[in-house]
C-alpha cells in the first residue's frame, strides 16, 4: 500500500423535493382545502475518519458521490422525506480541498467527522400559500439544488507508531510479525524504499526507511522519509543488537531528528533492542545499561523467538494504549 495517496472527485448533495398541489377530500365537498405537503430536504455530504488504512481501495472506480434527493411533498400536509446523507469514510490524516473555494479540511482524529455540503432545501406544497385572500392556491414550487464541487483528497496518514532506527535494524521483520503489512525484508541498507504500513490491533503501525548520518541534509533516503516522522505519535527507535555500539547508534539517528526538525526529540520514545537471539544474556544486560539514561522504557525482542514476541506484542499493546488516550 502506498503511503501516501491521492485523487479527484466530484460531490453532490440531495436536492430538495418538490412541493405538491392538493385538496383535503371531505363528504359533500369537491375541495375541502390545499393540503398539499412541502418537499423534503436533500442529504448532506460528509466525511468521517476512520482507522482504515485499505478504505481508499473502494473508492479506486468512483468519479462522483451523490447524496440522496429529497422526497415529494404528499397528501394531507404530509412532508416529504428528508434524503438520506451521505457520508464518505477517509483514513485518519486525509486532507479534502473543495477545488471552487480551496478551502481544505483535515481529519486528524478517529470517528470525527465534517460537513462538506449541504442538501438543498425541499419546496413548498400548496397549503403552504394559504390565506385569506388566497382560499385555493395552486402555486407550489420546487426543490432547491443541493451543493456540489470537486474535491481533491489527499492521504497524510497520522500512524500511531513510527519504526526509526539505522539501515537493517529489523524494523521490517518486526512490522511484519505485528501485522499483515508484507514489508519486503533483506539483509542489505535501504531494503525499505517507501514506508510500508499495518494494522496492529487497531493502531496504524508505520515502517520509517533506514536513516544514516547525513539523512537531514539530503544523503541516503533524505528528507523524504524524516519527513513522515512528522505524523507519527510516538517513536519506536529500533537498534540492533549486532552494533558494537549501541549508544553511537542511537545518538546517530537522534541527532538526524534533530537536525531535520527539534520538535521531533519531543515526541515520545521507547527503544526497541532488536535480534535478541544473536547474542547471550549478559550482552543484552550490557548494551540495556548503556541506554537507560537515555529512555526510561527499553523492550528486547527477537522475531525468532516466539515468547519474546509475544511479551514484545503486549507490551506493545499498552504502550499504544496509554498513548492513544
Not at 218 to 226: I, Q, R, T, Y
Request: hydrophobic share 35%; aromatic share 6%.
Amino acid at each position: 500500500m502506498a503511503f501516501v495517496d491521492e485523487f479527484k472527485i466530484h460531490m453532490k448533495a440531495g436536492h430538495g423535493g418538490r412541493g405538491i398541489v392538493a385538496w383535503l377530500h371531505e363528504k359533500g365537498k369537491e375541495y375541502g382545502g390545499p393540503a398539499g405537503g412541502d418537499g423534503g430536504n436533500g442529504g448532506n455530504v460528509s466525511v468521517r475518519a476512520v482507522r482504515d488504512i485499505g478504505i481508499l481501495a473502494k473508492y479506486r472506480h468512483e468519479k462522483e458521490f451523490r447524496a440522496e434527493n429529497g422526497g415529494a411533498g404528499k397528501n394531507k400536509t404530509m412532508h416529504g422525506a428528508n434524503g438520506n446523507e451521505l457520508e464518505i469514510l477517509l483514513p485518519i490524516g486525509s486532507l479534502v480541498t473543495n477545488m471552487s473555494t480551496k478551502t481544505t479540511i483535515e481529519l486528524l482524529k478517529d470517528d470525527e467527522k465534517i460537513s462538506l455540503l449541504k442538501g438543498g432545501r425541499g419546496g413548498f406544497g400548496n397549503e403552504h400559500f394559504k390565506s385569506s385572500v388566497n382560499v385555493k392556491p395552486y402555486e407550489w414550487t420546487p426543490g432547491k439544488p443541493g451543493e456540489e464541487a470537486d474535491f481533491f483528497i489527499e492521504l497524510r496518514l497520522v500512524a500511531d507508531a513510527g519504526f526509526i532506527g539505522l539501515p537493517n535494524a529489523g524494523k521490517s521483520s518486526l512490522l511484519n510479525e505485528l501485522s499483515n503489512a508484507g514489508a519486503k525484508v533483506g539483509a542489505y541498507q535501504f531494503t525499505t524504499l517507501e514506508p510500508n504500513l499495518g494494522d496492529f490491533y487497531g493502531f496504524i503501525l508505520a515502517d520509517i526507511p533506514g536513516l544514516i548520518e547525513g539523512a537531514s541534509e539530503g544523503k541516503g533516503l533524505g528528507h523524504k522519509f524524516l519527513r513522515h516522522i512528522e505524523r507519527t505519535h510516538v517513536l519506536l527507535h529500533c537498534i540492533s543488537l549486532e552494533n558494537e555500539d549501541v549508544l553511537e547508534a542511537y545518538k546517530t539517528i537522534r541527532s538526524e531528528l534533530k537536525a531535520h526538525n527539534p520538535k521531533l526529540l519531543e515526541k515520545p520514545e521507547v527503544i526497541i533492542l532488536t535480534k535478541t537471539d544473536v547474542v547471550n544474556q549478559a550482552e543484552i544486560t550490557k548494551k540495556k545499561k548503556q541506554l537507560v539514561k537515555k529512555c526510561d522504557t527499553i523492550f528486547t525482542v527477537s522475531i525468532a523467538d516466539d515468547e519474546s514476541l509475544k511479551k514484545f506484542k503486549k507490551d506493545l499493546s499498552l504502550l499504544l494504549d496509554k498513548h492513544s488516550k
